[in-house]
Every structure is written in C-alpha cells, then in structure tokens.
C-alpha cells in the first residue's frame, strides 16, 4: 500500500514544462532519491508535494487523499514534514530552544514561548534531539554549532510533528563527505525505526547509490528511470540523458550547483 501517490503531474512555467506527466509512488519505511541534473524539475516536484506550488495538472495523494494545491500548512497538518536546502534555526537561541519553539508552532502557540513558556516541551525536544544524536548538545547556541549539526537540528526540528513523510531537498548540500554519509545513515535508521518514509534529492552518487532503496530519475521535467539503485545505475538511458553519452557514474557531475 502506498504512502504517496504521485499520477500524471505536470507544472509549466510559461512555456517550459517544469514537470510533464511524473507518476510514482512510496511505500512507508521507503527512503527514496530523486535525481536528475540541474533544471531537471526536482525542486518544483518537492514543492508541489509540500504545497508550496500549485500543480497544472495531476494528482498527489497520501493514504489515497488528494493534497494537490492544499496550502503548506494545511499538507504539513495531514503529516508531511520537510527540511530545507537553507539552514532555518535560529543562531541565538539553543539546540533545545529551536526544537521546542517547531513543538509550539504545531500549536499556533510561538507567541507564548516569548512570555516565559521555554520549559514547555523540553523533554519532548531533548527527547527528539536523543534521536538526531545531538542530546549532549541541548544547551548550546545553534550559531556554535559545526554544519552538519546544524543539520541534524533541523532534521529533529522536521521530525516535531511526527511526519509520515518527510521531504529532504538536498539535506548534505555543504557537507563533507563523511558527514553526508552519516547524516543519510541516521536518516536511514529513523525511517527504519519509525516506518516513515522518505523522498531526498541529493546531488553526490555515492551517497544516493549507498543508501537509498529505490531511485526516480528526471530529465527535462520527464521521469525517465525508476528502481532500484543497481538497475537504475545499468540503464542506458540514465547513463546517457543524465551523465551524458559514454560517461559513467565514477566520471558524473559531481558537487554541488
Ligand atoms: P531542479 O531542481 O531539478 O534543478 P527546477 O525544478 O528548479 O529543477 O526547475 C525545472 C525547470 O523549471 C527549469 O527549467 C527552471 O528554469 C524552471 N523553473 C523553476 N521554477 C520556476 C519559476 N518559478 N518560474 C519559471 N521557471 C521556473
Ligand atoms: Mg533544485
């Protein structure tokens, strides 16, 4: 049974088809990559998932209901979660303060934290925090922190409202690539341990082909590849609409952009 179900989306801007007819779907527990090369359509498809896009055409439905074109907030509410390419804490209040103030935004009661409500939640942010590895951290300024910390404070911040689904754009942008992996395998565990399941892009190959279960690849807003990141990586066309002809996954494209 799928979580998502993704059927006949398209999304024109003017006259480029940003995304054409893309149907997929995800299974709890799934932890699934979507690649392609840059204007390939991969944040206008994560931004109609999270309702910040309206889509042209199609369908987007999560445990068979449609949420194509609800607002963000109202897509969130149903259990979509989601972490940004740009880091959103705030520098000057701790690791535990950015955690409880995502709590209190479930409530519309962020107001309150300002008039002295900070012990609220605590316990459910170190808890959350516990889960990101980053509990011997609680009382720090976010500002201190190293990036990939930031990260796995954002990661719990998404985690507060306990999202079925989660949608990552580009979660290890800036990272090295050991704190990539690491940051991938701790996502790994918590879509293990929670049965959530998980869309990503991500630009590094290794990082994609070690630890996603199942890739969707786009080219010019058209899905062209679906599977398994063993069939994925073999398929002619992948290799030649995405890493142009000839070249191989050792020889891709790289970082960044
Ligand atoms: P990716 O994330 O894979 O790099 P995007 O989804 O950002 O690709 O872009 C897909 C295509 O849609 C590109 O041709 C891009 O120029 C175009 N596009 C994206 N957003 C807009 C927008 N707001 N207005 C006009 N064109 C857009
Ligand atoms: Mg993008």
Not at 53 to 80: F, M, Q
Not at 117 to 127: D, E, T
Not at 204 to 225: K, N, P, T
């Amino acid at each position: 049974m799928s979580l998502l179900q993704v059927q006949g989306l398209c999304k024109a801007f003017g006259g480029v088809r940003a995304v054409d007819q893309v149907d997929f779907a995800l299974a709890p527990g799934e932890l699934l990559a979507l690649i392609g090369p840059n204007g390939a359509g991969k944040s206008t498809l994560f931004n109609m998932i999270g309702g910040q896009l309206a889509p042209s055409a199609g369908s987007i439905r999560l445990d068979g209901r449609e949420i194509a074109g609800l607002s963000p907030r109202r897509i969130w509410a149903r259990g979509v979660g989601r972490t940004f390419q740009v880091a959103a804490t705030f520098g000057t209040l701790t690791v535990a303060e950015n955690v409880q103030m995502a709590l209190l935004s479930h409530q519309r009661r962020v107001f309150s934290f300002w008039r002295g409500a900070a012990a609220q939640h605590r316990g459910q942010a170190l808890a959350l925090l516990e889960q990101v590895d980053m509990r011997e951290q609680a009382d720090r300024p976010c500002s201190e922190l190293a990036y990939g910390d930031v990260k796995r404070v954002e990661l719990a911040m998404a985690l507060s409202n306990a999202p079925r689904l989660l949608l990552m754009d580009e979660p290890t942008a800036g990272m090295a690539p050991a704190e990539r992996h690491a940051l991938m395998g701790l996502t790994r565990r918590l879509v293990d341990e929670r049965g959530m399941a998980v869309l990503f892009t991500e630009h590094s190959m290794d990082v994609v082909f070690a630890h996603a279960d199942r890739i969707v690849v786009l080219a010019r807003g058209r899905l062209i590849a679906q599977g398994p990141p063993a069939q994925v990586r073999e398929d002619a066309r992948v290799q030649e609409v995405y890493f142009g002809r000839g070249s191989t996954f050792a020889a891709g494209p790289g970082e960044g952009a």
